[in-house]
């Protein structure tokens, strides 16, 4: 491959920021299980002085992660809420965040129940509904929170027009790029200033660990980011690194199987008699499919569907063989989780309440036959 041909994204994948190890050969970025490095001299470190500040395998993680987005920076955190965190630090007191009206239940608890002691406020909004979310622009405004598609009601939103909203407002736009990865989205070749990830989910894909992303290519945000993920402090371990280094190179290939089986779960349940309403913008009635086909490159993993009460939510949920029932998603094995008392226990008695009617798939990737059968005979 000469240099002017640019590498395909599984290429990129594999290889960038991940050469194979300069002393020994290692074809695998090293851990560096280290906390600080011996100086050479007083105050003259080789590359990193303490292992907080830097290491080379979060460096390595961080370059491919900044690569696959096509953003100019890459930071890695402990967590997807630590990565939010960190990146809400570059507001101050009495700033103000548009929100989408659907959103994992820790962003918005972390918003509405940390971050308004400290003087943020929060207005949100169905950003489906472009003059309703042009409406809840404020002077203060300055960040406006995007996910798409959301969690978990899978609603898509168009990014290059909340980029614009926000832009006009004077405001960033980041978007929670989690559900649908690089692979099938990437918000800045549409506009958005910041992409955040928790890299727990599909980017790690393997359910065994726990991180966070924020991607960009503003040199501003850049510097002040990195102060942050040095003084703030929630960095990530390097083996943590080192096993997300190890799902990301097959990204590629996890979410074509993720993308295959969603498809065909969400076309069984459509039909079934106890499903009451499936929502995942594959299907061309959702109203955000015609979005979904323009910006994304398929359609995702995740499904969410509605049954006729609480308890035979419960009842399926806890009746499935293949699916585990348990939080998190992204992964290799298929999830199901009833989100009102699991992952979104924290929006209850919120504008962002979700009925416990629904039912979140986090659709792996074993043989989509197998997944449609389990469904099938839990719902009975």
Not at 269 to 288: A, D, E, I
Not at 364 to 374: F, K, Q, R, S
Request: proline content about 6%; hydrophobic content about 40%; glycine content about 10%.
């Amino acid at each position: 491959m000469s240099d002017e041909t640019p590498m395909r994204f599984e290429t990129r994948a594999i290889h960038v920021g991940q050469e194979p190890e300069a002393e020994f050969g290692s074809v695998n970025v090293p851990i560096y299980q280290t906390a600080t490095y011996a100086q050479p001299a007083v105050g003259k470190p080789k590359a990193y002085d303490y292992a907080r500040g830097g290491n080379p395998t979060r460096e390595a993680l961080q370059h491919v992660l900044a690569s696959l987005e096509g953003g100019k920076r890459a930071l890695s955190f402990s967590s997807g809420l630590g990565a939010t965190t960190t990146l809400l630090l570059t507001l101050k007191p009495g700033d103000h965040v548009v929100l989408a009206d659907d959103v994992y239940g820790g962003t918005y608890r972390l918003l509405a129940r940390v971050m308004d002691a400290w003087g943020l406020t929060i207005t949100t909004v169905d950003m489906g509904d472009l003059d309703a979310f042009a409406g809840a622009m404020r002077e203060e405004t300055k960040l406006v929170w995007v996910e798409t598609p959301t969690n978990p009601f899978l609603k898509v939103f168009d990014i290059a027009e909340a980029a614009r909203i926000a832009h006009e407002g004077g405001a960033r736009c980041v978007v929670d790029n989690t559900f649908a990865t690089p692979y099938l989205q990437r918000p800045l070749e549409l506009g958005a200033d910041a992409v955040v990830h928790s890299v727990t989910k599909y980017l790690g894909g393997h359910s065994d660990l726990v991180g966070g992303a924020i991607v960009t290519s503003d040199d501003e945000l850049i510097e002040r980011l990195t102060f942050l993920q040095n003084a703030a402090g929630a960095v990530p371990g390097p083996m943590d690194c080192y096993l997300a280094l190890r799902g990301v190179k097959t990204l590629g290939v996890r979410m074509q199987a993720h993308c295959v089986g969603a498809k065909a779960v969400a076309d069984f349940l459509q039909t079934h008699p106890k499903v009451t309403r499936v929502h995942y913008p594959g299907l061309p009635g959702h109203p955000g499919f015609e979005v979904a086909v323009r910006q994304m490159a398929d359609f995702g993993g995740m499904v969410s569907f509605e049954v006729a009460s609480r308890d035979e939510a419960i009842r399926v949920s806890e009746s499935t063989k293949l699916f585990f029932l348990a939080e998190s998603l992204g992964s290799v094995e298929s999830l199901i989780e009833v989100p009102a008392p699991m992952t979104h226990a924290s929006v209850a008695g919120s504008p962002l309440e979700v009925p416990d009617t629904l039912i979140r798939l986090s659709v792996g990737i074993e043989h989509p036959n197998d997944l449609v059968a389990d469904l099938e005979q839990a719902l009975g």
